[in-house]
């Protein structure tokens, strides 16, 4: 969302982790980039090498980085869920 701080924002995707994601490049799982068109807004990328596979993410603003810990547990966790829901 335009008001998370890309410096806060925490992605959590089946593709990989990011605090603060970094810009986007074809070859960074998980980017941020300008929005087309000026506004001043952020977009979320999430690059993959697949074709035709559901991919997923959660996206949150904090104030402090996730330890690797936290990161890991909430990807098995949203990893488990995504399963449970589309399987």
């Keep these: ?3 998370f ?3 806060t924002t925490t992605v959590v995707s089946d593709l990989g982790t990011a605090y603060a ?3 986007y490049t ?5 980017g941020t980039a300008a929005e087309p068109g ?3 807004s952020r977009r979320l990328l999430l690059t993959d090498t697949d074709s035709g596979t559901l991919h997923y993410a959660l996206v949150t603003n904090g104030a402090t980085s996730p330890s690797a810990s936290v990161l890991s547990a ?3 966790e949203l990893a488990t869920w995504m399963a449970s ?3």
């Design 21 to 23: 994601p970094p810009a």
């Design 74 to 76: 909430a990807k098995s």
């Design 1 to 3: 969302p335009a008001s």
């Design 26 to 30: 074809s070859s960074t799982p998980v």
């Design 85 to 87: 829901k589309f399987s």
């Design 5 to 7: 701080p890309t410096a």
């Design 38 to 40: 000026g506004t001043g």
